[in-house]
């Protein structure tokens, strides 16, 4: 199985090229085929790869059972993609708009440049807050 390639399209591929072999004469048994889609699993399918040979007679279990238990694992793997993405672009959400309101002069206790803009030579602060002495 190749990186990035999905279960659908890496069992399609397989079963073209068990078909064309059974089709010259060879015969291959499903638990031949079942073992050689196992050991071609990528590194993220290890632990379901080992919970299946361990949980389940491989002679006794169709291609098709295989293959859901794959594509269920792969559908859980992409929601949880999704929702770490998610959660990062939430995150770099909030940073940028506390950095833009902070250019702003706006966000938690920025006052931006609004004193320097105000003030006139020997006039104090007039907005809220507590009077300038000068």
Do not use: P
């Not at 040979?53 to 859901?68: H, P, V």
């Not at 959660?87 to 770099?92: D, E, Q, Y």
Request: some cysteine; proline content about 0%.
């Amino acid at each position: 199985m190749k990186l990035g390639q999905s279960i659908f399209d890496f069992f399609l591929r397989t079963m073209e090229i068990i078909n064309k072999i059974q089709i010259h004469g060879d015969k291959i048994e499903d638990v031949k085929v079942i073992e050689k889609i196992l050991r071609s699993m990528t590194s993220k399918f290890n632990y379901v790869v080992c919970s299946i040979e361990e949980s389940k007679n491989l002679d006794q279990l169709s291609i098709d059972e295989l293959q859901g238990s794959l594509l269920v694992r792969e559908h859980k793997l992409i929601e949880q993609d999704n929702e770490v993405q998610a959660l990062k672009a939430s995150t770099n959400y909030n940073a940028t708009t506390q950095n833009q309101l902070a250019d702003r002069g706006g966000g938690k206790g920025g006052r931006g440049n609004r004193d320097a803009c105000s003030k006139r030579e020997g006039q104090g602060n007039r907005g809220r807050g507590r009077a300038n002495n000068d």
